[in-house]
């Protein structure tokens, strides 16, 4: 380690060593700054799926560790990795630790349910402090095995690990709303009439990558219309269709996935400023029932003609009024159970861009 970053060499001074040392250290700090910064909000809206990621980012870090004695001249960059990786995954864990700890609390005992943990934790260190001492003094006298050893029993544990932690997840039960799980919530309100618990949805709430987030067909993003982007005939109808009295609106969209850029389509709900959550609500179940129809077999057919054709805008208005209808029918019910089944409605996590920069005419 020492050779590594300079210490040993006649023309090496201490400071410059002492200075890749800390350059290492300030890169981690810095990185963990920029992380914190820019995913803030996801800590709550995607609380599960940063968590699982950012595990998975702290086991690659324990593997570069372990290839720093096999490359010692490449020791400052491959510390300097792990490092930064470490760090993220730090923030990541004292970000999202209070809420997960909450979820287990039964009254106002969460200063309880976090020793627990720690205690839990502390334990399992032990454990393996334990067994790295065992299998050291076991094999002492082969030296070659004990060198090969942590290569051979990283990726077994770390898949232990991780797996522990997937399922962990699985059984974290939050009541507050995301625009994930109200969608769960609303899909299945839908197809039987049934709105699922927390235990139910966490289920089927996915746990999986960033990147892999959004990638199902004819997705619903919360936002407004890109200014930049050329838009259709059928989008600038239905604003022109929006009265003073409506607090969302709900078009379709053209967006590109991907580095290949393969050309998509999805569907936008657009949440003007002053809403309520009960229009988010409102707004997101309209946007399902109409995804409902549009992958239905008469909306694949005729999606393949241009949106500005005469048949494409009046299917496209009928869809839209009878789902209006829809909600106001299924709204109250909708609601009544959801409160039933214990989820916290007055708080909520669903981002959405105001389309109070869009102009809406009545």
Same mark, same amino acid.
């Given at each position: ?45 995607? /609380? ?18 372990? /290839? ?24 990541? @864990? ?5 809420? !997960? ?17 720690? !205690? *839990? ?9 334990? =067994? ?16 090969? /050893? ?15 932690? @997937? *399922? ?8 507050? =709303?995301?625009?994930?799980?109200? &969608? ?15 235990? &139910? ?54 967006? @590109? ?7 998509? *389509?999805?569907?936008? =709900?657009? !949440? ?13 179940? *309209? ?11 008469? +909306? ?14 009046? &299917? +496209? ?16 019910? /909708? ?28």
């Amino acid at each position: 380690m020492f050779r590594a970053i300079g210490i040993g060499y006649s023309r090496s001074l201490t400071s410059a060593a002492a200075l890749n040392w800390v350059l290492k250290d300030g890169l981690g700090r810095l990185s963990r700054c920029i992380y914190t910064a820019s995913l803030a909000s996801a800590f709550d809206t995607n /609380l599960k799926r940063v968590r699982f990621t950012t595990s998975m980012l702290f086991t690659f870090s324990i593997g570069v560790e372990l /290839l720093t004695p096999v490359f010692p001249h490449q020791f400052l960059l491959l510390a300097s990795l792990a490092n930064i990786a470490k760090q993220m995954s730090l923030a990541c @864990y004292m970000a999202t630790s209070p809420p !997960i700890h909450r979820s287990f609390a039964i009254a106002d005992n969460l200063a309880e349910v976090s020793a627990k943990s720690q !205690i *839990q934790s502390v334990c399992f260190d032990n454990l393996g402090l334990m =067994l790295a001492a065992i299998l050291n003094m076991l094999l002492k006298n082969n030296q070659r095995l004990q060198t090969g /050893l942590p290569f051979i029993l990283y990726p077994i544990f770390s898949a232990i690990d991780l797996f522990g932690i @997937y *399922q962990g997840l699985k059984h974290v039960h939050l009541q507050t =709303l995301t625009k994930d799980r109200l &969608e769960i919530i609303i899909d299945s309100w839908i197809s039987s009439g049934y709105v699922p618990s927390p235990e &139910e949805v966490s289920k089927d709430e996915e746990i999986n990558f960033m990147w892999s987030k959004g990638k199902e067909p004819l997705r619903i993003r919360i936002g407004c219309l890109n200014p930049k982007a050329q838009l259709s005939k059928l989008s600038v109808m239905t604003m022109q269709s929006v009265s003073n009295e409506d607090h969302y609106f709900i078009c379709t969209e053209i967006f @590109y996935r991907g580095l290949a850029k393969t050309r998509e *389509q999805g569907i936008l =709900l657009c !949440i003007r400023e002053g809403a309520r959550m009960a229009d988010v609500i409102m707004g997101l179940l *309209q946007a399902c029932n109409v995804r409902k129809a549009l992958r239905s077999s008469m +909306w694949e057919s005729t999606t393949k003609a241009s949106d500005s054709s005469d048949l494409i805008l009046k &299917e +496209w208005f009928k869809l839209i009024d009878d789902s209006k209808r829809y909600v106001q029918q299924q709204f109250g019910p /909708l609601n009544e159970q959801m409160m039933v089944r214990g989820w916290a409605l007055k708080k909520h996590f669903i981002e959405h861009r105001r389309a109070d920069t869009v102009q809406l005419h009545g």
